[in-house]
């Protein structure tokens, strides 16, 4: 019991190589693409539809959106080393799924969304391990595919 809580703790405290930003952004950008598409192509669903790929995205198989996919991302949870899930993906992308919602709304729902993108964005370029608020409360970060095996 003590064993586990202590090893539970050093594993939170693994310090993963943080994903090159421009890499992420690339990712999220084909992602928001996929959203974009949905709302166009059945207006009424279409929302929904892409609220529900962004909240789910990172927990297909191996924690890979179709966008960290295609640039060789993955993202895993912080404790474990394994790849993140459904409910890790939810509670990661609830800030960009609240944007979504905000961004329905015109002008002030615009500026909230760009005001939480912004936000999200900062902290990925000026935290440490690249993890944002998301990343923070999910406890996941974000890493190059080929990077999984645990550094020393």
């Not at 090159?20 to 996929?34: G, P, Q, S, T, W």
Request: hydrophobic letters at 50%; one cysteine or more; a neutral charge.
């Amino acid at each position: 019991m003590i064993g586990e809580a202590l090893t539970s703790k050093l594993l939170d405290r693994t310090v993963y190589p943080k994903a090159h930003v421009l890499n992420r952004f690339i990712a999220k950008l084909i992602d928001l693409f996929i959203v974009v598409a949905a709302d166009q192509i059945a207006p009424p669903v279409g929302l929904l539809s892409g609220l529900a790929y962004i909240l789910i995205a990172d927990g297909f198989a191996g924690g890979r959106s179709i966008g960290k996919r295609l640039v060789g991302l993955q993202t895993v949870r912080v404790d474990s080393r394994d790849a993140a899930g459904f409910r890790e993906s939810i509670i990661r992308n609830l800030p960009l799924g609240c944007a979504q919602i905000a961004f329905a709304i015109p002008w002030v729902g615009w500026i909230a969304s760009l005001a939480i993108l912004v936000f999200e964005g900062l902290l990925i370029v000026g935290n440490e391990q690249g993890r944002r608020l998301g990343d923070e409360v999910a406890r996941t970060h974000v890493i190059d595919a080929g990077q999984l095996a645990v550094p020393d």
